[in-house]
């Protein structure tokens, strides 16, 4: 059973910094794109981040594009979100996902969530 777990959310101050992790079992997860969502209150889930198998690729939403750092460890299985000078509409619920295409295909597999509440 194919299995992702985030974990690192939590409550802190706009200007902070958290890291997410991703866990995954279950998967050969070398193999695997991850990706990063998150959603808000009353919105649409969008695309934060993703981290290509292809090449090692990254990718990061115009919104967290120089604040956030995506990155994995392989003997780890876990993939980390750096999120540095926080804001308050960094406000949601983040997801990890999983797949074996590159980042703008469709996800198969996803975690639980974490949540993440910056105060202003």
């Known amino acids: 059973e194919v299995q992702l777990v985030e974990s690192g959310g939590g409550l802190v101050q706009a200007g902070g910094s958290l890291r997410l992790s991703c866990a995954a079992s279950?998967?050969?997860?070398?193999?695997?794109?991850i990706g990063w969502f998150r959603q808000a209150p009353g919105k649409e889930r969008e695309g934060v981040s993703c981290l290509s198998i292809f090449e090692g690729r990254t990718y990061y939403s115009d919104s967290v594009k120089g604040r956030f750092t995506i990155s994995r460890d392989n003997t780890k299985n876990t993939v980390y979100l750096q999120m540095n000078t926080l804001k308050p509409e960094d406000t949601g619920v983040y997801y990890c996902?999983?797949?074996?295409?590159?980042?703008?295909?469709?996800?198969?597999?996803w975690g639980q969530g974490t949540q993440v509440t910056v105060s202003s």
């Open positions: 996902a999983a797949q074996l295409r590159e980042c703008y295909s469709d996800f198969t597999y």
């Open positions: 279950g998967l050969t997860f070398d193999d695997y794109t």
